[in-house]
């Protein structure tokens, strides 16, 4: 597909713009001299955990127990991601281990 300049300089400032209005609005609805509505620190407090839920449900639906490899692969993962977590507390560093971890099971034994 070919676009013209109109085209991507179209696309490269709606992109900016969604990007710039999603970083400066709670900055504009939220001055730091003003107190945020409770509901905002509620979310704040719940949201993240439940995107975390959300995205292991999702990583997992396709998961077959019934056919080999029986989930191990994805097991292992998880397995490692809480060690890690719990051991060092570090997000990135948990998920990138079990990235790691995943990626080398599937490759090295075929599954």
Known sequence: MYLTQFQTFSIILSVAL???????????F???????PQIVHYLGRVL???????????CLKNV????????????????LIVILQKWKRNV???IGG???LYMFIINYFGI
């Open 18 to 28: 969604g990007a710039m209005i999603t970083r400066f609005l709670p900055f504009i």
């Open 30 to 36: 939220f001055p730091e001299n003003k107190e945020p």
């Open 48 to 58: 993240p955990p439940s995107m975390m839920g959300l995205l292991v449900v999702y």
């Open 64 to 79: 077959t127990v019934l056919q080999a490899p029986f989930g191990l692969p994805e097991l292992a993962s998880i397995f």
């Open 92 to 94: 990135l560093l948990s």
């Open 98 to 100: 079990g990235t790691v």
